[in-house]
């Protein structure tokens, strides 16, 4: 009976969208999410990703509906062996090293691998990928993606597309899912060395009523400092004046409308709103960097059910289904570490 409830409410919905931004190891809290989403019925057509939401997105769309969960557990499990594998050889190799030090004219030369190596190669990360995505699927355009990538040499930011560019486990690994990844070649251009940040993304999209959720991976403050809150915050302001304008116009009398001064004023009218659930991983500021390079089981486990967690709480909440308010053209809820916060 819930979930009828809530499938009637998702109902007045047109568009249901997913921005998954990067955060490494964190990542595996946006597959718990991802999951949970699956298990509740709710289904993005929508997505954009950047860093490993890049991956996380692309699973998703490159996956039908009774298999996405399954695949976003292979590929986490999988990049936990290859992390502590990796992390396995470079103890021992440190462990010889220090060993040898003595012998070494300048030791300087062969210090371990430093913090932003990347925990697995980047041969590796692509053959996880291509075996966690049908990129045939992901390519029909069943589920709009959006990949943000950073261009390595001008750090201008742009998105690929698969309502336009065929995508392939490249075009992933060109949004640096993955700290210290070598830059990838793609038209010419090199791409890497940190990601773009989408929810911005959904202005490309036509206007439709839109159920977002945004997955942040880290943000120290309610409300939000992150650069995903902030966008937030921008996309408020604007479509909430796109809804006033729209509203003037309704008032406007006919003979107003048809003046060419008021028309273009009113083109910049909506009449679809959106409702955007941001979840937080609120794991706490100490030890972050760590946090963000801990592949073990046990962590990813526990990011994992956080995400699920999360969900729960936010599907617990019918409030999110209600219609924005007539003046606002997004109305923001925020659930932080399974606590739902006041909406905005």
């Known amino acids: 009976m819930e979930r009828g409830r809530r499938q009637q409410g998702l109902a007045r919905f047109e568009r249901i969208a997913l921005v998954l931004s990067g955060c490494q190891a964190l990542g595996a809290y946006q597959a718990g999410v991802c999951a949970a989403l699956e298990q509740g019925g709710i289904r993005p057509d929508w997505i954009a990703g950047s860093g490993i939401g890049a991956v996380t997105g692309a699973i998703v769309a490159g996956n039908p509906p009774h298999r996405r969960i399954a695949a976003l557990r292979r590929f986490w499990q999988e990049l936990s062996r290859l992390a502590r594998r990796r992390a396995g050889w470079r103890r021992r190799w440190w462990s010889t090293f220090a060993g040898m030090r003595r012998l070494i004219a300048d030791p300087e030369d062969l210090l371990p691998a430093s913090p932003g190596q990347p925990p697995v190669a980047a041969a590796e990360l692509c053959e996880l990928i291509n075996n966690a995505v049908d990129f045939g699927r992901l390519n029909s355009g069943a589920v709009r993606l959006m990949l943000g990538v950073r261009d390595f040499r001008t750090t201008a930011e742009r998105f690929f597309d698969n309502d336009r560019d ?3 486990a490249d075009h992933i690994l060109a949004a640096a899912p993955l700290a210290g990844l070598p830059p990838v070649a793609l038209g010419g251009r090199r791409y890497g060395g940190g990601s773009a940040v989408s929810v911005a ?19 120290p403050s309610p409300g939000g400092t992150s ?11 604007t479509h909430d004046l796109r809804r006033m304008i729209a509203l003037l116009g309704e008032r406007l009398p006919p003979a107003a409308r048809r003046e060419a001064d008021i028309r273009r004023c009113l083109a910049e009218g909506r009449e679809a709103t959106m ?7 609120d794991d706490g500021a100490a030890g972050l960097a760590a946090k963000v390079t801990d592949y073990s089981p046990a962590a990813l486990t526990a990011r994992w059910r956080a995400g699920e967690s999360d969900v729960l709480a936010s599907l617990a909440h019918p409030r999110w289904l209600a219609p924005p308010p007539r003046l606002a053209g997004i109305v923001v809820h925020e659930v932080r570490g399974g606590v739902v916060a006041s909406q905005r």
């Open 227 to 237: 650069r995903a809150a902030r966008e937030i915050a921008a996309m408020q302001r």
């Open 275 to 281: 409702t955007i659930l941001r979840l937080v991983h």
């Open 166 to 168: 065929v995508l392939t």
């Open 201 to 219: 993304a959904l202005d490309r999209a036509p206007p439709a009523d839109t159920l977002c959720f945004v997955i942040d991976g880290y943000d």
